[in-house]
């Protein structure tokens, strides 16, 4: 069942959103005297890869986002925040995030319809959502949703993203 929390009920929620993987979409950046060449490759791991962490659905920096939670027994589960951003038409997924013996169930789906369903009416033309090239599974998730990749940054979470194997993908959806 989805509820929508008030900000003030969202504010200080944390969920483990770990994951685990054994492939990553390796990213290459190549500047020649034309211009730059871009691949993106789903590559298998030597050894499966650990991120372990928590994280909040609800930042201040999300602005009027509304937030939704999915609960299961009374228990919150998972969240989807999304926000509307008029001066280009565009909703942001914020954040969707699900308790790991939860995931593969169908859950992150209707979360993913609650976020289109309440963005629609404020006129968006587009979704857009961040993952990380080594979330493979998140990559697979979103593509089977109808996302697809519109942009990447290379120096989002350190100056040695491509070396590290973590680089920001954003990907997108027209509505």
């Not at 990213?27 to 789903?42: M, S």
């Not at 999300?62 to 925040?81: I, K, M, P, Q, S």
């Not at 013996?101 to 319809?113: S, V």
Request: with cysteine.
């Amino acid at each position: 069942m989805i509820k929508e929390l008030s900000l003030a009920e969202a504010a200080g929620r944390q969920i483990d959103v770990s994951f685990t993987a054994s492939t990553r979409f390796e990213v290459q950046v190549k500047r020649g005297p034309a211009g730059w060449t871009f691949t993106i490759v789903e590559q298998p791991l030597p050894e499966v890869f650990h991120k372990s962490y928590v994280d909040v659905p609800y930042e201040p920096y999300h602005g009027d986002a509304r937030v939704f939670a999915w609960l299961e027994d009374g228990r919150e589960v998972g969240y989807v925040t999304v926000g509307y951003q008029p001066w280009n038409q565009s909703a942001w997924v914020y954040f969707i995030g699900l308790a790991a013996p939860y995931r593969e169930r169908g859950i992150g789906t209707k979360l993913m319809q609650q976020a289109e369903e309440v963005t629609r009416p404020h006129g968006a033309r587009v979704l857009l959502l961040e993952t990380q090239s080594n979330n493979a599974a998140a990559v697979h998730f979103y593509l089977a949703r109808g996302f697809d990749l519109v942009g990447i940054n290379t120096k989002t979470y350190t100056n040695r993203d491509l070396e590290r194997g973590e680089v920001y993908l954003c990907m997108g959806k027209e509505l």
